[in-house]
């Protein structure tokens, strides 16, 4: 087999791709079809392809066709790089809107042609497409890293990385412990290092609940359940527990053990583990936190206009309308009286009830209405007329979780509201306050401005 570079636009997506129930003649049927399967994890792909490029440790096999250079293997990729190259390829409206904004950032940097390996035929190629699709194959095919393994890799890179997002992490969840908070700050200051040899141990992980991913903190009970055991390693950091205490395992070991009443138990385990996602701009240079002020009042860490503020402990705390009616308003304020980690139910339904009353109110008012019977359509258009040129960087979070089906998206806000089955996570209410909080801002902005 050779290989040969390939314009994108001369490659063509495979019709028979093993992941379709049925053939794709057409590049926007395969894009479609692929979006079925997994909408965000495409959406992801298609970024990191801008920022980063295509992994050149995977080439794409194409196979040629009646003329055509059919890709057999790397549809996803090739799909995604089409896509940014042409939104308009992408037909569900509001991934097709995330696609552009992507591909406006990243314009320059994205590849316009593609090194493939050219196989003769696709029974040649089936051999090593089946070892990539197929997993490890008694170490035939790719054996993956275990947790510690991706763990110790990560850690020859800055042993401290995992300690100081752990650090942000819990100054998000613990903003108004105020003793914490104090014990954050001299342990990030003088005792970094031994944190993180205290979090190099799978064993201590374990118990406290969390394991480190490069997309975040994965945990495995909410932030209340876990409070007493990140307060007492703090506490204890921060006083008596030096680096020549839990050098060895069997120390580690034998510390976690004294502190066994203060771990989460395990009846309070999550179904499935949690995943935390650490601030974009924190993960760039984790190596300078925000810290924490421990006043008398709320802990509310200052922040530039580019970094993500931290997350609300009320809903949409820091939000403050004057351009609506007095009872949207009312609402708002009634909404602020909630204390999310105490009342995550009624803090979910008042969220959803605020952006609803919010957007509907500013498109009645503004003349938008028009066919928009679904929440996520009327924020699409609230969110087209206060930013038409999508370069607002405070408002992505909020279009892409309103226009996808992913964890935070409108329906679950739906679904916390009208199904009795589903239980918000306060993790995810807070989130979703936060991310939220820059577009209502800016569509009251935006009536004061455009008053009728």
Known sequence: MEQMDFAVTNLSLDRQNPRHDVPTPTTREAITALLAEDPEKWVNLAQDIAAEGLNPTELTIVVEEEG????????RRISALKALLDPGLVEDSGIRQQIGIIARRHRSAIPRTVRCVV????E??????????????????VVRWNHEQVTRYAEKK??????????????????????LLENVEKVRSTRLTTLARVLSDPRIRHSLGIEFTKDGILADYTPEAMHGSIRKIFSDLASHLSVSLIK????RREYIGTIQEHLPQNSDRLAQPQLVTVAEEKKSTPQ????????????????SATERPSEDKRVFQSVV??????????????????????SPNVAAIMIRAVIDITVTEAAEKQGWRRRQDKLRDRIRVALSHIDPEDTDRELDEARRMSQNDGALSVKNLHAFM???AVEPMIIDVTRLSSVYTPMLVKIDAFLGENQK
């Not at 196989?119 to 696709?122: A, E, F, L």
């Not at 300690?163 to 003793?179: C, K, M, N, P, S």
């Not at 009616?325 to 602020?336: F, P, Y």
């Open 68 to 75: 055509d250079m059919v890709v057999i293997e790397g549809n």
């Open 119 to 122: 196989s003769p035929s696709r």
């Open 124 to 141: 040649a190629a089936r051999h090593w497409i089946v070892l990539r699709h197929t997993g490890e194959n008694h170490g035939v095919g």
């Open 158 to 179: 800055n042993p401290s990385e995992r300690a100081l997002r752990f650090i942000h992490q819990v100054t998000v969840w613990y903003g108004e412990d105020r003793e």
């Open 248 to 251: 060895s395992k069997e120390q």
């Open 288 to 303: 300078q936190p925000a810290k924490p002020s421990v006043s008398a009042q709320s802990v509310q860490p200052k922040h």
């Open 321 to 342: 309308l004057r351009n609506v009616s007095s009872r949207t308003a009312k609402v708002l304020n009634e909404a602020k009286k909630v204390v999310i980690a105490e």
């Open 418 to 420: 009208h199904q009795w």
